[in-house]
T-cell receptor, first 119, second 111 residues
Framework: GAVVSQHPSRVICKSGTSVKIECRSL??????MFWYRQFPKQSLMLMAT?????????EQGVEKDKFLINHASLTLSTLTVTSAHPEDSSFYIC???????????????FGAGSRLTVL | QKEVEQDPGPLSVPEGAIVSLNCTYS??????FMWYRQYSRKGPELLMY????GNKEDGRFTAQVDKSSKYISLFIRDSQPSDSATYLC???????????FGKGTTLSVSS
């Protein structure tokens, strides 16, 4: 089945630094990837939709200059949290959709998540 | 009103019980419905996928969708301690678009 690898699984950084999270589709090509954020005991909230070769689409309230998304290839999307602050501490999860347009492709496969702690 | 409502629980049941998890939604355009299971500090993993209305069964799990009532359910038969996790309903209106998630229901199955 489709596998999405996310790295790092856990990162601790100082306030003001930038952190990059990678999301890779290991056995399929993903034209679209989605980045979610999950706070403790909360649901997954969509941050942005990443499309290969074009600019990401951000959800309302998500700062695109703070959360930089790059989807340079069909197997890799990156999320960079710039000038991180403690309030950015959260669980960031990416998901990928296979290139096929069959109905089964609507199922998103999720990475294991990256827990960011900003001190 | 949120697009997807899900009782966060927690829900505690003894081993072997039948568990019923539910979500309601407001957007009548939703037609793709999924249930994901999430263990602590892990990414969600797909349990069940249903398109439009109807029932779907997979082993001990049964998913039901009632679009007329905007209500979906997940039933777990013969629940096991390993079923202890957070269950998230998710849905979308169009194929390939982002999923809208419920808050998740935390289930604890005691042996």
């Amino acid at each position: 089945g489709a596998v999405v690898s996310q790295h790092p699984s856990r990162v601790i950084c100082k306030s003001g630094t930038s952190v990059k999270i990678e999301c890779r589709s290991l056995d399929f090509q993903a034209t679209t990837m989605f980045w979610y954020r999950q706070f403790p005991k909360q649901s997954l909230m969509l941050m942005a939709t990443s499309n290969e070769g074009s600019k990401a689409t951000y959800e309302q309230g998500v700062e695109k200059d703070k959360f930089l998304i790059n989807h340079a290839s069909l197997t890799l999307s990156t999320l960079t949290v710039t000038s991180a602050h403690p309030e950015d501490s959260s669980f960031y999860i990416c998901s990928a959709r296979p290139q096929s347009t069959t109905s089964g492709a609507n199922v998103l496969t999720f990475g294991a998540g990256s827990r960011l702690t900003v001190l | 009103q949120k697009e997807v409502e899900q009782d966060p629980g927690p829900l505690s049941v003894p081993e072997g019980a039948i568990v019923s998890l539910n979500c309601t939604y407001s957007n009548s355009a939703f037609q793709y419905f999924m249930w994901y299971r999430q263990y602590s500090r892990k990414g969600p993993e797909l349990l069940m996928y249903t398109y439009s209305s109807g029932n779907k069964e997979d082993g001990r799990f049964t998913a039901q969708v009632d679009k007329s009532s905007k209500y979906i359910s997940l039933f777990i038969r013969d629940s096991q301690p390993s079923d202890s996790a957070t269950y998230l309903c998710a849905m979308s209106a169009q194929a390939g678009t982002a999923l809208i998630f419920g808050k998740g229901t935390t289930l604890s199955v005691s042996s």
